[in-house]
């Protein structure tokens, strides 16, 4: 029964919900079908990148670099875009998508053959990142009118109604799907997440394996930046600064744990839109916006102290040792 | 975690004492510290200047007195990513009282009280409710440093008494700051605390084997929270610190200060990891920091340019032993 309905996801759905009843009881138009894929619009960003931690986080990794990667990626085709206007979108793309992997490469690298722990990575290439863009932009500004109108068009132009934007996440969230639940590598990474020794048992190299989530969810992060500086037509330093810790929080109020092994993609869909929801509905009920910050650190205390309670009861591992306890 | 068991060399002898000194990680990051210093010197004229040198130790007095708290937390097997977050929170408070007329002392209770209730706040998720710190000092971050949004938006706290600077901007004798006074208390309590007490070899044990602490009698759990305490509090002085030198309060005091203040930790040597590490090493590493940062700064390098050689640096201190070790491991079949 349970594994018909996943508890975890029914209950943040049910939150979700229950927030979207709330804030419709004052302002019945933001539960009005255009608004509603505006918020996930709006969310879409999130999602992709929330699905690429997803994966690294599944593996007893963590990714702190994404938003970073996201920035310089952006920066990078903005000024390719400047350079030679006339480049079509598909190759943009594809540099995007290229350079993001490069970039969750090096990380992967670093954590698979120097076995440094993924934090201290990635904390570190975080900060090379950002001082990269600076850099190569010297601190300058890409802004609306020096991008081609190709360019800045791109992830607005509409296709069955809903912009291409959030057709990108829908397309990751349906490929995420396929490649967790059918593919040798979406299976792998729960093994090596679950539990590493009996992964290396079982004939799975528990380091490769992590170093192409680092390359998945760097590719996502590149892909994301470009769609990012392309929606908002500019690009500077510190773009989406501190959006990592978002995208982690998006996972770990999606229940996915942090210690590996446990998560699905709905759940991480579904935190996202949870933080999306939030978000879009603050400046509608009236809140000030800096409550932003304070409300996704209470989301993630929650949610983390929710699962472990939950994840408690149901005895996964049965020979846990005590070291785990502690 | 990922290999299959290793065999383990075992040496027919030990190295004398001197020899494992000579070769220990502070020795290298001795020579490290002593090679920039040259460096620097030559680089630029005005580097070897008193005065010069007292407004650098400003780059890393601060950080370095949360780094002592947070060595022994890392070392012990957690980590605290909210530090940043919390000297937000504390100057916050801080500021908040001051428009309610508070005193200088009153401003530095408060500060310090807010730190350790931080601290305490933390401790709790992760001994009582037995949460993985990464997580619970991420949320915190975003709570603690939202706080302060909410209380301040845009705007910031000024105005604070003149009496109050003496900590940040105050001098002991001649070039001597009250930072570096404060910095060289903290180093030494902290440097006694782990190396000549019960509790340093608690911490210790918890970080290399917490089952086997248990069994020893040590109460784990209460040790984790004292050390979470204890980085709270640091936070806290730190923030009476730095609001004191800058004079005001903003919401985004502090920023990214949390990745400075573990690559200090994690540069002196101490095993991200936990187990092993030492107060000495964080203090040079401090140096390092500082005279790598000052020595830039003289040579007008920006400050996010600043921020790729402290990326740099950090993954740098961890990978490159690690390929040392890999190097010889293939030399000696």
């Known amino acids: ?326 | 975690m990922t290999t299959a068991p290793q065999t383990r060399h075992v040496p027919d002898r030990l190295n004398s004492r001197a020899a494992r000194i000579f070769k220990s990680w502070e020795a290298l990051l001795l020579a490290v510290a002593i090679a920039i210093f040259v460096i620097n010197s030559f680089a630029s004229p005005y580097f070897l200047s008193a005065w010069n040198l007292s407004d650098a130790t400003f780059n890393f007095t601060e950080k370095a007195m949360i780094a002592f708290a947070m060595a022994l937390l890392i070392i012990s097997g957690e980590i605290d990513l909210s530090v940043a977050s919390i000297i937000a929170l504390a100057s916050t408070a801080m500021g908040l009282a001051l428009q309610y007329g508070a005193g200088t002392p009153e401003l530095v209770i408060i500060g310090l009280t807010v730190g350790v209730l931080c601290g305490a706040f933390n401790g709790f998720f992760v001994t009582v409710l037995g949460l993985p710190s990464i997580v619970v000092t991420i949320g915190t971050m975003s709570l603690f440093r939202g706080i302060s949004f909410i209380i301040l938006g845009d705007d910031a706290f000024r105005g604070y008494p003149a009496s109050f600077s003496w900590f940040g901007q105050g001098y002991i004798y001649w070039v001597f700051t009250v930072e570096m006074l404060l910095f060289v208390i903290i180093a030494v309590i902290y440097g006694v605390l782990l190396h000549k007490t019960n509790f340093g070899r608690a911490v210790y044990a918890i970080g290399n084997n917490p089952t086997g602490a248990m069994f020893s009698g040590i109460r784990v759990a209460r040790v984790k929270f004292i050390l979470f305490l204890l980085t709270g509090l640091m936070s806290g002085v730190a923030a009476v610190c730095l609001t004191s030198r800058l004079g005001s309060t903003r919401p985004s005091i502090a920023t990214g200060m949390e990745l400075e203040v573990v690559t200090m930790v994690v540069l002196g040597g101490v095993n991200i990891l936990g187990g092993s590490g030492t107060i000495p090493g964080v203090v040079i590493a401090a140096f390092v920091m500082g005279l790598v940062t000052f020595g830039l700064g003289l040579l007008n390098v920006p400050g996010i340019v600043m921020s790729i050689f402290i990326g740099l640096l950090l993954i740098g201190v961890i990978a490159l032993p690690r390929l040392w070790a890999m190097a010889a491991a293939r030399r000696t079949p």
């Open chain 1, 1 to 326: 029964m349970s594994r018909l309905i996943p508890v975890r996801e029914t209950i943040l759905a049910a939150a979700i919900l229950v927030l979207l009843l709330l804030i419709s009881s004052r302002f019945a138009g933001f539960i009005a079908p255009s608004n509603l894929a505006n918020v996930f619009n709006d969310t879409a960003p999130l999602i992709i990148l929330a699905l690429g931690q997803m994966v690294v986080i599944l593996t007893r990794c963590i990714d702190l670099s994404v938003a970073a990667n996201l920035a310089l990626t952006g920066m990078v085709v903005a000024m390719i875009n400047v350079a030679m206007p006339g480049l079509p979108i598909p190759v943009i793309l594809a540099v995007a998508v290229l350079l993001g992997a490069v970039m969750g490469a090096v990380n992967g690298i670093l954590v698979w053959k120097l076995s440094i722990p993924p934090i201290v990575v990635t904390l570190g290439t975080m900060t090379i990142f950002r001082g990269i863009i600076f850099l190569i932009s010297d601190g300058k500004w890409v802004n609306s009118h020096e991008m081609s109108p190709a360019f800045t068009a791109f992830p607005r132009m509409e296709l069955l109604g809903l912009p291409v934007l959030s057709w990108a996440a829908i397309i990751t969230i349906i490929l995420f799907g396929i490649m967790m639940a059918r593919t040798q590598f979406g299976r792998s990474i729960f093994a090596v997440g679950g539990n590493p020794h009996a992964a290396v048992y079982t004939g799975i190299d528990v380091g490769r394996t992590q170093f192409w989530a680092f390359v998945v969810s760097g590719a996502l992060a590149g892909l994301t930046g470009y769609l990012w500086v392309s929606r908002f037509a500019v690009a500077y330093v510190d773009i989406a600064g501190g959006f990592e810790l978002e995208v982690v929080a998006a996972c770990v109020i999606g229940g996915i744990s942090i210690a590996g092994g446990i998560g699905s993609v709905g759940g991480a869909v579904l935190g996202a839109i949870f933080l999306g929801v939030v978000k879009n509905a603050l400046p509608v009920v009236n809140i000030s916006p800096f409550w932003q910050l304070a409300i996704s650190g209470s989301a993630i205390l929650i949610a983390v102290a929710f699962n472990s309670r939950s994840g408690r009861t149901k005895g996964r591992i049965i020979l846990k040792s005590a070291e785990a306890t502690q």
